[in-house]
Nanobody, 126 residues
Framework: QAQLVESGGGLVQVGGSLRLSCAASGRTFTRYALGWFRQAPGKEREFVAAINWSGGSDTYSNSVKDRFTISRDNAKNTVYLQMSSLKPEDTAVYYC???????????????????WGQGTQVTVSS
């Protein structure tokens, strides 16, 4: 069972950058597909980015594509979300999620992920 802890959130101005980190416990980190989701006040939790177990495949929502980059360091049991050109609409609580899988795919549905972190707040001010 994976335990996930996000960090790196904060307050940033429009156009700025932040890097979120998510550290995972457990010895089988390389078997996890990972994802980032976000939830703004009054809205449903939405998909942001996902990466497969090896880091060789990833995918993004249209709203963040070309601005955000997901990556992972399996030696450190950590997944990252590098966010740049931030906009006010990026303001949300960001969650990382994990799914144990023997396959090399990426997963965009929140229902696919049984393990979640507690979230980290990102606020983009104008």
């Amino acid at each position: 069972q994976a335990q996930l802890v996000e960090s790196g959130g904060g307050l940033v101005q429009v156009g700025g950058s932040l890097r979120l980190s998510c550290a995972a416990s457990g010895r089988t980190f390389t078997r996890y597909a990972l994802g980032w989701f976000r939830q703004a006040p009054g809205k449903e939790r939405e998909f942001v980015a996902a990466i497969n177990w090896s880091g060789g495949s990833d995918t993004y929502s249209n709203s963040v594509k070309d601005r955000f980059t997901i990556s992972r360091d399996n030696a450190k049991n950590t997944v990252y979300l590098q966010m740049s050109s931030l906009k006010p609409e990026d303001t949300a609580v960001y969650y990382c999620a994990a799914k144990s899988t023997p396959f090399g795919g990426v997963y965009v549905s929140r229902n696919e992920y049984p393990y979640w972190g507690q979230g980290t707040q990102v606020t983009v001010s104008s």
